[in-house]
């Protein structure tokens, strides 16, 4: 009977997760922060960069860092799938 209720509030806890998932605001973009930018730019005159030409250098990365990186990216990709595969399960369940 435990188990019944722990079982049941879990996935309670992930449909609340999911559906907060899908409600998510979307009026949020990049474009219009770039356009906030030019326009702001467009009033104030030129925008003059603090950073200096010389202090970016290209990093080389070795055969671990590369290693690394590449299990990061694969990482990411999974848990953007699968959190992707548990919306859209749990968008199907409330639809």
Known sequence: MKRFF???LLVILLVAIGSSFMEQDDSYSIEQ????????????GQYVSENRGDAVSEVHLNKASELAKNSSDTIKEIVGVGVEL?????KAIIE
């Open 6 to 8: 722990v079982d049941l």
């Open 33 to 44: 922060e770039i356009i906030d930018f030019e326009n702001s730019l467009d009033k104030d």
């Open 86 to 90: 548990v919306a859209s399960i749990f």
